[in-house]
């Protein structure tokens, strides 16, 4: 099992930029993909994107590369979640996951991920 804390998020005016971090501990959590989800006011959560530790190789969901960034940083222990020119439909509350077999078990279903984060509040005023 791995801890996860999230941190970054905030108020934020459309059209600005928000960078949120996924500080990561526990055993052998570089065997785990990682990855950004959103949860909007009354929706279901939403994949964003996930990032393995060893090749760094992102994969988004649909229409999220056009202002979203994941990354990592491995001597951090961090996973990042950039996001641009932001607007009002993505307020909601942003978790990190991690998934060990993720990647195999398709990586955009949040059934594949076994440890979760609190979240981060994201709310974007017009």
């Known amino acids: 099992q791995v801890q996860l804390v999230e941190s970054g998020g905030g108020s934020v005016q459309a059209g600005g930029s928000l960078t949120l971090s996924c500080r990561v501990s526990?055993?052998?959590?570089?065997?785990?993909?990682m990855a950004w989800f959103r949860r909007k006011p009354g929706k279901e959560r939403e994949y964003i994107a996930c990032?393995?530790?060893?090749?760094?190789?992102?994969f988004y969901g649909n229409s999220m590369e056009a202002r979203f960034t994941i990354s990592r940083d491995n001597a951090k222990n961090t996973v990042y979640l950039k996001m641009n020119n932001l607007n009002a439909e993505d307020t909601g509350v942003y978790y990190c996951?991690?998934?060990?077999?993720?990647?195999?078990?398709?990586?955009?279903?949040?059934?594949?991920?076994?440890?979760w984060g609190q979240g981060t509040q994201v709310t974007v005023s017009a």
């Open positions: 990032i393995t530790w060893s090749s760094g190789d992102p």
């Open positions: 996951a991690a998934g060990f077999h993720a990647q195999a078990q398709g990586p955009m279903s949040p059934d594949s991920y076994d440890s």
């Open positions: 526990g055993r052998d959590f570089t065997d785990y993909a």
